[in-house]
């Protein structure tokens, strides 16, 4: 597959909440909470990635991160926490993360919720269910598999596109928006979505134009003051000091054995020390990433 999407055809929904329900499990995102902030339970939230908004005449819009093809999050945030993968879903790596929210202020569909209420606050939002697709363990996310209706299916985002254009086509009394929601608006987004009602509640709106906000935001970040980018330059510059207190606690609460430090060169990395793995090629920093674990990146 080249470019994981998902078309959600609002006609089609009939509010039964499965693919909330199966994004919750697969997730483990626990029981709603109500969070500071937010308007009601089935808002989208940090427990909640996908939800369905209510309108008049027993109608149901699903909203979730659209995965937008030049994502603002990932251009806004400063240590790379947020990344655009090369399937399309953008994904969040929570021990990068500073915390500092600014992925949250420059999306346009106010997609990213805070949990607030935890200890250690984090960024959530719809991960495109990439990781699981990428290791195997599910062939398509969670929510469209659940989906009774077909609702909501996966593929690749040309060959969504060209099924949403064969349904405007053979049925344009179904769908008086005879457009594909997602496929222009600012560089286009990967979750696509068919619908007969105005999507602008849904920060659709007719001004967004199709220029990526990339890069506008940039342009627009060279005209804001310049204390906006200096505390985040000081959020940047005191999280890196609190990682390398973390990195030489880490050292020091590591005991210092003379047969493990004799035999370092004679064997595979003992368990908890700092390695390659011979597998990935990927840093292995179990006890750091548990230490980083209990920092409160909301400084
Ligand atoms: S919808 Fe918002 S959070 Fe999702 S990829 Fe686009 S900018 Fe990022
Ligand atoms: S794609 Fe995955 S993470 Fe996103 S709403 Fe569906 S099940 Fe949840
Ligand atoms: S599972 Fe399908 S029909 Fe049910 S609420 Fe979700 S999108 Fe609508």
């Not at 506008?216 to 005209?223: D, P, S």
Request: aromatic share 8%; with cysteine; proline share 7%.
């Amino acid at each position: 597959m080249k470019q994981m999407s998902i078309l959600t055809d609002i006609t089609r929904c009939i509010g039964c909440e499965k693919c909330v329900m199966a994004c919750k499990e697969l997730n483990e995102t626990g029981p709603d909470r109500f969070w500071p902030w937010q308007r009601s339970l089935t808002d989208l939230s940090a427990s909640r990635w996908t939800t369905l908004i209510r309108k008049t005449g027993n109608r149901y819009v699903r909203q979730q991160c659209r995965h937008c093809l030049e994502p603002a999050c990932v251009s806004a945030c400063l240590v790379g926490a947020l990344t655009l993968t090369s399937e399309g879903a953008v994904v969040y790596d929570p021990k990068v993360c500073m915390g500092c929210r600014y992925c949250m202020m420059a999306c346009p569909y106010a997609i990213p919720r805070y949990s607030w209420a935890d200890p250690v606050p984090y960024i959530h939002k719809c991960t495109l269910c990439h990781e699981q697709i990428m290791n195997g363990s599910i062939k398509e996310p969670a929510c469209t598999r659940a989906c009774p209706t077909q609702a909501t299916i996966f593929g690749d985002r040309e060959a969504l596109l060209n099924e949403a254009h064969r349904r405007l086509k053979e049925q344009p009394e179904r769908y008086p928006f005879q457009q594909v929601w997602g496929e222009h608006e600012i560089g286009g987004t990967s979750v696509l979505y068919l619908s007969d009602m105005d999507l602008s509640f849904l920060n659709w709106k007719p001004d967004l134009g199709t220029t990526p906000l990339p890069l506008k935001t940039w342009t627009t970040l060279k005209t804001v003051p310049y204390t906006f980018v200096a505390v985040g330059a000081a959020m940047f510059g005191i999280h890196k000091l609190i990682e390398r207190r973390m990195e030489l606690q880490a050292q020091n609460e590591t005991p210092s054995c003379p047969v493990q430090e004799a035999s370092t060169n004679e064997g595979p990395p003992k368990p908890g020390l700092s390695g390659t793995d011979e597998t990935t090629g990927l840093s292995t920093r179990a006890d750091l990433g548990s230490e980083r674990n209990g920092r409160s990146p909301n400084l």
